[in-house]
């Protein structure tokens, strides 16, 4: 047998070894076949039977879900039943039946095809994934179009899944199960949700790995390594004992960081700090807190825009919302008003290409040109903020005028619920997102205005040093210990402070353990980072002393270049704890 080696994406960590189980995808026909105008009635009945069964099948795996795995897991069957519902997707394909004459096939092939055009156009990974859950509801209603024999939950026992795309359902019924050791996908990336329930099951899993469903076959042997990004395929006896030995580290090691998780989050002289997480589906608030989250520092709302080819309403935004508070409380929910615009265009609403999308109309910039779709998502924020564990995040703030329109608009927004006796957090906090420089400059002018700020280093960093963030060429100028970044931070979390204002930092930045150790030094407690990075940031706080950490940070800021600074902390802070930085097999 061939040995093979491909490298993807690890998207989730461990070592799985096991038989490959390939899953089956579902082909949308390539064929137009036409029907008689006789027919077309018996076809659009027969297109609305299949809509009714998946129906009552994603209700079923629904209840299943949620008994197996609880309710963040069976929300995204939620997402679906509501594209079943969506009146233009059902007016469109009710059209190409009766005006085109064709069977129901086609047309969902057809209406699978224009959305996938649209969402591949999209130059967002996040936005890109989304493309799945309406494909994934299409291919329901296609294999439901004929009565089916159901698939042998036994036949994955013990195996590793290897499948070209899994769609989100699929994912979640089949991973769920509890019986398959791994994942393995040709398809994906870190935000795909098999990416996020693989984590939050801690199954191994490994994406993006192209053509690997065409070169394994059922009974394969595979390991999946997702710690390091890598599978092989039926590998050597010796090979088997070097990952087999792997496995059992990693074990260790995955216990080492549950204990990690619940050890208080204090400094050698008992500075109290907070981990907080960044999450983008509601999904991930239970796995957030087992890496040790004490809250969800940054929700990223976009997702409630992508759920189907209609815009969320209120009430989409409040169920989203309420379900987060409950889950986190009474640990604080960061909610981010939503963040598109410019690249992160959405197809519901049309919007016009521009030539500089990261200097044009998104964010807050976006939510003031489209006021009712914003006062809508406050308006949903303000109803879920009854428990009081709620916070609302304004991104990409520019000037103060901007900050003042947003207070005014949630003031009416206010009474008008006070007006229907609407129960809300009448002191729920409003922050803003300091990541233009300009409104970085002017922090503290912008800190008097509001309950707190948090920092979005990845885009501060990004227009301060007139670096994109996402590309390769230039990423070598991308430095966080840049002097002068470090010097706008400070200035941003003392001037926070001074207001006596609440401040986290929700970037990337905070997320890296040296990063992280210039922020505490600068006076900031609350950091909040993609979870899976919260124990080596716990374990790296947790080794130090504050007022040390501060008088090494002062030192190292009166040099003058990134590497001077990271080499002169490097050096101070290995001396005094050599253990800071170490951490297990993941590190
Ligand atoms: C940031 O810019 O640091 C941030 C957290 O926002 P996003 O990564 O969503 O742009
Ligand atoms: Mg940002």
Redo the contacts with the bound molecule.
């Keep these: 047998m061939d040995i093979i080696r491909l490298r993807g994406i690890g998207v989730s960590p461990g070592i799985a070894m096991g038989e490959v189980r390939l899953s089956a995808p579902v082909i949308f026909t390539g064929r137009k076949e036409t029907i008689s105008s006789r027919r077309i009635d018996n076809e659009l009945r027969r297109m609305k039977r299949a809509i009714a069964r998946t129906r009552a099948e994603l209700v079923k795996i629904k209840g299943e879900i949620k008994k197996k795995m609880g309710d963040e897991h069976a929300f995204i069957f939620d997402a679906h039943l509501l594209i079943l519902q969506d009146k233009s997707l059902l007016a469109s394909l009710e059209r190409i039946i009766r005006e085109d004459r064709v069977k129901t096939e086609w047309a969902l092939s057809q209406i699978n095809n224009k959305y996938l055009r649209v969402f591949e156009a999209i130059n967002d990974e996040y936005f890109r994934q989304r493309k799945s859950d309406i494909s994934d509801v299409l291919a329901k209603v296609y294999r439901n179009l004929e009565a089916r024999k159901k698939a042998k939950e036994t036949d994955e026992a013990d195996k590793i899944l290897v499948a070209h795309e899994l769609l989100p359902s699929e994912a979640a019924s089949r991973l769920s199960r509890g019986t398959i050791l791994g994942v393995a996908m040709d398809m994906g990336g870190q935000t795909s949700h098999t990416a996020i329930l693989a984590r939050s099951l801690n199954l191994p899993a490994v994406v993006g790995l192209h053509n690997l469903t065409q070169l394994v076959k059922n009974g394969d042997y595979l390991i999946v390594d997702g710690t390091d990004g890598e599978i092989i395929v039926n590998p050597p006896l010796a090979v088997r004992k070097e990952f087999a030995g792997k496995r059992e580290k990693y074990n260790t090691y995955r216990k080492d960081l549950q204990k990690t998780a619940r050890l208080p989050s204090a400094t050698l002289d008992g500075e109290k700090f907070y981990p907080l997480a960044?999450i983008e589906l509601p999904e991930e608030v239970n796995n957030a807190f087992s890496y040790g989250a004490e809250g969800i520092g940054?929700f990223?709302s976009e997702f409630l825009y992508l759920r189907g080819s209609l815009l969320p309403s209120e009430d989409d935004h409040f169920a989203v919302y309420s379900r987060i508070a409950k889950e986190a409380y009474p640990a604080p929910v960061y909610i981010r008003t939503i963040?598109i615009g410019g690249e992160k265009a959405l197809p519901q609403l049309n919007i016009e290409k521009e030539p500089n999308p990261a200097l044009g109309l998104r964010a807050i910039r976006f939510s003031l040109r489209n006021k009712d779709l914003f006062m809508t998502q406050l308006r949903a924020i303000l109803r879920a903020s009854a428990l009081g564990n709620m916070r609302v995040l304004i991104p990409m703030v520019t000037e103060l005028e901007e900050v003042l329109e947003v207070k005014h608009l949630f003031e009416e927004v206010k009474q008008g619920l006070r007006d229907h006796k609407v129960k809300f957090d009448e002191h729920i906090p409003l922050g803003i997102m300091i990541?233009v420089p300009a409104a970085a400059a002017v922090a503290d002018i912008l800190a008097e205005h509001v309950d707190y700020l948090s920092i979005?280093?990845?885009?501060?960093i990004q227009y301060y040093l007139a670096v994109d963030r996402s590309n390769e060429y230039v990423s070598y100028l991308y430095k966080p210990l840049h002097p002068s970044v470090l010097r706008l931070i400070r200035f941003i979390i003392k001037a926070a402070l001074k207001a006596g204002k609440d401040v986290t930092v929700?970037?990337e930045m905070a997320a890296d353990p040296l990063s992280a150790l210039f922020l505490l030094g600068f006076g900031l407690r609350k950091f909040s980072m993609n979870p899976i990075f919260i124990p080596k940031f716990k374990k790296a706080l947790r080794s130090v002393d504050s007022r040390t950490v501060e008088k090494v940070i002062r030192d190292a800021l009166k040099l003058n270049t990134a590497q001077a600074i990271e080499e002169y902390v490097i050096e101070e802070i290995l001396v005094k704890y050599p253990g800071v930085f170490l951490m297990g097999p993941t590190s």
């Design positions: 960044n940054l990223r963040d990541e979005g280093t990845n885009d501060l929700c970037g």
